[in-house]
Each structure stands twice: as C-alpha cells, then as structure tokens.
C-alpha cells in the first residue's frame, strides 16, 4: 500500500537547502564512500580462503549449530555449505562463540587469523556504520541514516524526502527541519533495537528518518483536507482527506508489514520515525504558531483541468491521435467546457473533413445556447469551420436555429443574415426564422439599407412577394 501527497507544492523562491543537502548528501555516500564495499569484501573473503579458515571451522561451526541453535539443523541439511558459509563469514554471534575456545585451546595463530579476518570484514558500510540491535555503536546510531542497500532502496528514499521535505523544511526553517530529522531518525533507531534486541542483522538506510518527515507533513497541514494518490495491490486512484487521517493509515500499514510483510524491512524504525516526526513537529506547531512559512495548499484542479493536462501530455509526447482521441472523450464528458471543444478542434483540423472535427465544431455550436459563453470565440470558430470545410456538416439546422438566436441576441447582423441565408437555401421552415428574420429586417430599416431589409423579407416571408 503506498499513500502520497498529490498537491503539494515548494515555493523555489526560496530553495529548501537542507533537504536538497540531504539528498546530495546520501548520494555521495552511496556512491564513493558505499561503492568500494566490493573492494573491501574481495580483500576480507581472499584472506579468509588463503588462511584456510573455511576447512578449520566449519567442523566448529557444526558443534555451534548443535550447542546453541539446534533448529538450523534442517537449513544445514537442505542447504549445505551455502549455509554453513554465510554464516560462518556473516555471524558475528558465532564469532563471538569461537573466540573464547580458541583462547582456551591456545589456538593464537586461529585466533588472530578470525580477529584479522573480521577486522577486514567489518571495514564494509553496513557493519562499520550499519545499526547493528545486537552491538549497538554511536557511529551505527548516526550512520545508518546515511547508508543504503542499493540503487532502488536509495531512490526511494530520496523520492520520499523529496516529495514531503520540500514542504516540511519550508515549513519549520532549515535549522528545525534538520534538527528534526536526526531526533527522527535517532527515534527510529531506538524502536529498532528496542524490538529487534539480539538481532546480528544490520540495519541501514534513511526510511526512518524519512518517515520522521513524514509525521511532521502531517503536523504540518492538521486538520487541512489534501489529495491523495493511494495504491492498494493492482488497485489505484486518488482520495481527499484531512492529513490528520493518512497517519494512522501509514502506521497500521507499517504494523501489518510487520507481522504479514517482507522480513528484511525495518517495519518499527518506519514506525518509530512516523511518531517521533509527528510528535515533535506538534510540539514545535504548538510553541510557534503561527508559522511563517507554511506551504502554500493549492485548490484541487478541476475534472476539466485534469483532463487538459492529460491531453497536453499526449501532446507534448507527440502522440497526436492519441490526444485527438483524449479531447473528444473530455468534450463527451464536459460537453459545456470551451477550452476542451477549442482544444479538439485544433486537434482536428489538420483533417477538416474528418468526422472528429465535424463533432467537435457540433459541441461548439451547442455552446450558442449558454449565454455564460463569449459569443464571439463562437462566431469566431464558425467562420473558421466555414472556411476549412467545404461541406460543413455540423451545421444541423437545430444547430443553426441556435446559432441564429444567439447572433440576433447579440445582435451581430452580419452572422444572423448569413445563417438566415443558408436555412434559407435549405428550404427550412420553422416559426422562428419569421421573428429572427423581421429583427434583422427591423434592423436595417433604422439604419436607411431599405433594399437589404426587403431582401431579408423576402427570405422569411416569400408568400408577400410571389
């Protein structure tokens, strides 16, 4: 289940430096600092080979899988020596068993051949700065916050603090923002080691402090309704909330990853840095109200905003059917939304005789009845359509009856007579042609055009001139 922010947005007048920092910070950790872990396991694992201490301990580690972990007995059967491996290069719990009997047997050469070999090993990132529950060290407590697994695990994390730190840090000031950061992630390394005491697993990354940030967006905007675009297995979509809300639905998701998820996420560091995140920036909330630099909430865009932006994405990646396609489909929903008729019928007009640009002018003629619309983005697009096409298909009498009306309400003559012409030439017949006809006539006749007003008569009244 995945739960984000869709609205939203940083004020770039004023770069949230920290963040950015952090950013650039973890990355550079990553990459020159986390890069040659290889190096310096290829070192470790050579040494552990060339002083054949694989042949000499894996007898020990036998007797330690029967002394003190007698349920490894099946994953040593199943496995083999991919198992006794690992552990006998990874477990520092075994290593701790072996180093008393061999002081006991006077094994020195054993001995400072293990004690170099973990010496090497422990020069890698995850056990030199990694938050280990069982040996807790003040350069894990910090460190961990910096490190990550790998490319994936890094990029999340940052996308998250992107995503929630660009408006927090504007939010609290870049000294709070930071100062609340650590105590998260400090918080979310103590929930850790608190449930996983024992455990010789290190830990890494930034989740929880990121999560820390995460309780103080919700701190933030209180009681304030956001949009949210939510993921739910192969189910997604977008919701409206007060943020308040989305807080207990991250920790329950944190609580049943736990219990039902993937073994090797911190599930209780994500938890830890949620309460302590949303904790502290409450407090600060409370002391400081009220905030100087609150993020600025934009209103939700609207179905039609939503819509043009999709189509101007089509737009952009040069898919222009596609958009074509996207602008009928909006018209057909939002049939009274000018700036998406418009926009279909740029989209179409490369194929003027097409029936997509046809249907697109036809919504665009049904606008004459809404007098909340600018007649003149109307008239102006019929004598576009006019132009392009040579036999002007939308122009249904119904549409042109409608059209009619509006010119004569707007009292654009010109327009009226040209429609009044064309019905003519049709042979339409209908009660309105007669009022809409002796408006025009009306017309002339105050501005001295007698001739133009007798030609208009006999178009609307033809019986009076047989």
């Given at each position: ?5 869709i609205?939203?947005k ?5 770069p949230?430096?920290?963040?950015l ?9 990553f990459?020159f ?5 290889e ?7 050579e040494?552990?080979?060339s002083?054949?201490l694989s042949?000499?301990?894996e ?10 972990h ?13 198992f ?15 180093l ?11 001995l ?5 070999f ?6 890698l990132?995850?056990?030199a ?7 807790p ?9 910096f ?9 999340g ?7 929630f ?5 504007l939010a ?5 923002f930071?100062?609340l ?15 996983e005491?024992g455990?010789?697993?290190?830990m890494?990354?930034?989740?929880g ?12 905007y ?16 977008e919701?409206?909330?007060p ?9 329950g998701?944190e609580?049943f990853?736990?219990?039902y ?30 905030l100087?630099?609150i ?21 952009n990646?040069?898919?222009l ?13 939002l ?20 029936d997509?640009?046809?249907r697109?002018n036809?919504?665009?003629?049904a606008?004459?009845?809404n ?5 003149r983005r ?10 392009a096409?040579?036999?002007?298909r939308?122009?249904t009498?119904?549409a042109?009856l ?11 003559w010109?327009?009226?007579?040209d429609?009044?012409?064309r ?14 006809g ?29």
């Amino acid at each position: 289940m995945l739960i984000i922010p869709i609205q939203n947005k940083p004020d770039w007048r004023r770069p949230p430096l920290v963040c950015l920092a952090l950013v650039a910070l973890n990355l550079l950790v990553f990459v020159f600092y986390q890069g040659g872990d290889e190096a310096r396991w290829q070192q470790a694992e050579e040494y552990y080979f060339s002083n054949d201490l694989s042949a000499r301990e894996e007898s020990r580690f036998l007797i330690y899988v029967n002394e003190v972990h007698p349920e490894w007995r099946l994953q040593v059967d199943a496995e083999g020596e991919d198992f006794v491996y690992r552990e006998l290069l990874w477990n520092p719990e075994f290593h701790r068993w072996l180093l008393p009997q061999l002081r006991a047997e006077g094994e020195s050469e054993w001995l400072a051949q293990r004690q170099e070999f973990v010496r090497l090993r422990d020069r890698l990132s995850s056990f030199a700065l990694g938050l280990t529950p069982a040996e807790p060290h003040l350069a894990g407590v910090f460190g961990h916050m910096f490190l990550h697994g790998s490319w994936d695990h890094l990029i999340g994390n940052m996308v998250f603090l992107l995503l929630f730190g660009l408006s927090v840090e504007l939010a609290l000031g870049a000294a709070w923002f930071f100062g609340l950061y650590l105590l998260g992630g400090l918080a979310a390394a103590g929930l850790h080691i608190a449930v996983e005491m024992g455990s010789p697993v290190p830990m890494v990354g930034a989740s929880g402090a990121v999560s820390a940030i995460m309780g103080m967006f919700v701190a933030v905007y209180g009681v304030r309704r956001l949009r949210f675009f939510y993921t739910l297995g192969f189910v997604f979509g977008e919701f409206s909330a007060p943020a308040l809300l989305v807080l207990p639905l991250w920790l329950g998701k944190e609580i049943f990853g736990y219990f039902y998820g993937d073994s090797s996420i911190a599930y209780w560091a994500h938890t830890g840095g949620l309460l302590a995140g949303f904790a502290s920036a409450m407090v600060l909330v409370k002391r400081r109200p009220p905030l100087t630099q609150i993020p600025r909430e934009d209103e939700a865009p609207s179905p039609e905003q939503r819509a043009m932006a999709r189509i101007e994405s089509l737009q952009n990646s040069g898919k222009l059917l596609e958009a074509a396609d996207a602008a009928a489909a909006a018209v057909r929903q939002l049939p009274q939304s000018l700036p998406l008729i418009q926009r279909a019928i740029a989209l179409t007009a490369a194929a003027p005789d097409s029936d997509a640009h046809h249907r697109a002018n036809l919504a665009l003629f049904a606008l004459a009845g809404n007098s909340a619309i600018d007649a003149r983005r109307i008239s102006e697009g019929y004598r576009n359509y006019l132009q392009a096409c040579p036999q002007p298909r939308a122009l249904t009498v119904r549409a042109s009856l409608l059209l009619a009306r509006r010119a004569a309400q707007e009292k654009d003559w010109p327009w009226l007579e040209d429609l009044l012409r064309r019905l003519h030439k049709r042979e339409v017949e209908h009660p309105l042609l007669q009022s809409l006809g002796m408006a025009l006539v009306d017309h002339y006749r105050r501005v001295g055009e007698e001739q133009r007003a007798r030609e208009v008569l006999r178009l609307v009244r033809p019986e009076e001139h047989a």
